[in-house]
């Protein structure tokens, strides 16, 4: 394969995704501070453990993104005629909230004074989700359920 052949191939996945990916990403910011917003005011005025409360911040912010997503990130790829859209993105996102989770875990345990600095850590482990959400829920949403093409 030549060179003009493969940045042509590129430039066409990139144009492919860009719409898409820019809205999936003002959503994923939207949520990471709705995310914050809650962790903080869990830790900060009732009390709990940074832990425990990420748990909670991170179920919260799920339920935001799906509905935000299904409406507005992937309305280009057509409405998705299956029922239930919710269990199966939650299923997404809580694999990524796990990869999210563990970074997080590790920058916090690795680095203590990242627990008077949690936007550090929740963002290292935004981070590390956000692709594997953004591919994974891209064929979600998707009207027909395969894969979407580039």
């Given amino acids: 394969m030549k060179l003009a ?3 042509a191939n590129i430039g066409t996945l990139i144009d492919a995704h860009a719409g898409t990916f820019t809205r999936f990403v003002a959503v994923g910011a939207f949520g990471f501070l709705a995310d914050y ?4 005011y869990l830790v900060s005025a009732l009390g709990a453990d940074p832990f425990s409360a990420r ?4 179920t919260l912010a799920i ?3 799906w509905a935000l997503n299904k409406s507005w990130s992937f309305r280009t790829l057509g409405r998705n005629r299956r029922t239930g859209t919710l269990l199966p993105y939650y299923g997404i996102q809580l694999t990524g909230a796990l990869l999210n989770f563990a ?8 680095t203590p004074f990242a627990v008077n600095h949690l ?3 929740m963002a290292f482990g935004s981070a590390v ?3 594997f959400n953004y591919l994974l829920g891209r064929r979600l949403f998707r009207a027909d359920g395969r894969r979407a093409k580039a």
């Fill in 55 to 58: 748990v909670i911040s991170v």
């Fill in 103 to 110: 970074t997080y875990s590790l920058f916090l345990i690795l």
């Fill in 37 to 40: 917003a809650i962790l903080i």
């Fill in 119 to 121: 936007i550090i850590p």
């Fill in 129 to 131: 989700a956000l692709f």
């Fill in 5 to 7: 052949s493969i940045s």
């Fill in 63 to 65: 339920l935001l993104t």
